[in-house]
């Protein structure tokens, strides 16, 4: 699989499709030469990440579509995440030949990495979703959604949450899920069961934090609402 990034105008004249196959190749121009997968892309189009191969092999691969560049983050990782900026990548990482990983990050602006994180994640298929200058950050664990700041050195957790209000023990998460430009609101799935980042029956839920309270609402449910 090809990862692509598509441009297009926004004038009135009819102007066709910048299409660009980003992985390709690296900056090296070797071809990267492996399977390629979760692609996400900053607010302004300039950069994209997505996931070089799979399983312990798998990397991030950051291009910068500006300086028509692609490299890979030092470490495997994978289920890239980007901040609306462009600058920090969150992703997964094996930590050992274990189930756990660990929830990382690196900002390309500064050059800093950190470790979020750390879980017993088997199986993980989530890709870490962040705010738009990537001080906030949400991930889902297939068994809870979690919440996190960057305040200071490091990152803290910014509200553990339960899938939904009165959610029952056990409720399952998905893998897909988004974080406003604010880090304020989230949109997640979740259901009351079924395996990890699989919940039967999958409804999305709003979970909002403003003036110092929280409130969850079910936004759509299975066989409606």
Same mark, same amino acid.
């Given at each position: 699989?090809?990862?692509?990034?598509?441009?297009?105008?926004?004038?009135?004249?009819?102007?066709?499709?910048?299409?660009?196959?980003?992985?390709?190749?690296?900056? !090296?121009? =070797?071809?990267?030469? $492996?399977?390629?997968? =979760?692609?996400?892309?900053?607010?302004?189009?300039?950069?994209? %990440? *997505?996931? #070089?191969?799979?399983?312990?092999?798998?990397? +991030?691969? #950051?291009?910068? $579509?500006?300086?028509?560049?692609?490299?890979?983050?030092?470490?495997?990782?994978?289920?890239?995440?980007?901040?609306?900026?462009?600058? +920090?990548? =969150? /992703?997964?990482?094996?930590?050992?030949?274990?189930?756990?990983?660990?929830?990382?990050?690196?900002?390309?602006?500064?050059?800093?990495?950190? #470790? %979020?994180?750390? *879980?017993?994640?088997?199986?993980?298929?989530?890709?870490?979703?962040?705010?738009?200058?990537?001080?906030?950050? #949400?991930?889902?664990?297939?068994?809870?959604?979690?919440?996190?700041?960057?305040?200071?050195?490091?990152?803290?957790?910014?509200?553990?949450?339960?899938?939904?209000?009165?959610?029952?023990?056990?409720?399952?998460?998905?893998?897909?899920?988004?974080?406003?430009?604010?880090?304020?609101?989230?949109? /997640?799935? =979740?259901?009351?069961?079924?395996?990890? /980042?699989?919940?039967?029956? %999958?409804?999305? /839920?709003?979970?909002? $934090?403003?003036?110092?309270?929280?409130?969850?609402?079910? %936004? !759509?449910?299975?066989?409606?609402?």
């Amino acid at each position: 699989m090809v990862a692509y990034a598509l441009a297009t105008s926004s004038g009135a004249q009819e102007v066709p499709p910048d299409v660009e196959p980003i992985s390709l190749r690296g900056s !090296s121009g =070797a071809p990267l030469g $492996r399977p390629s997968s =979760a692609p996400a892309i900053s607010d302004d189009g300039s950069i994209a %990440v *997505f996931q #070089v191969g799979r399983g312990a092999d798998a990397q +991030v691969a #950051v291009r910068d $579509r500006v300086a028509g560049e692609t490299t890979l983050l030092t470490r495997p990782g994978s289920a890239p995440g980007l901040s609306g900026d462009g600058c +920090v990548v =969150a /992703y997964t990482a094996p930590i050992d030949t274990s189930d756990r990983v660990a929830l990382r990050t690196v900002d390309r602006c500064t050059n800093e990495a950190s #470790v %979020v994180d750390r *879980f017993e994640a088997p199986g993980v298929r989530a890709a870490p979703a962040l705010s738009r200058t990537g001080t906030f950050l #949400v991930w889902s664990t297939g068994d809870e959604i979690v919440r996190y700041a960057l305040r200071g050195d490091g990152w803290e957790p910014a509200g553990r949450f339960d899938v939904v209000t009165g959610a029952e023990p056990g409720s399952v998460t998905g893998p897909h899920l988004d974080i406003s430009s604010d880090g304020r609101t989230v949109v /997640y799935e =979740a259901g009351p069961s079924g395996s990890r /980042y699989e919940p039967d029956p %999958v409804n999305i /839920y709003r979970w909002e $934090r403003r003036n110092g309270s929280t409130r969850v609402d079910l %936004v !759509s449910g299975a066989g409606g609402v």
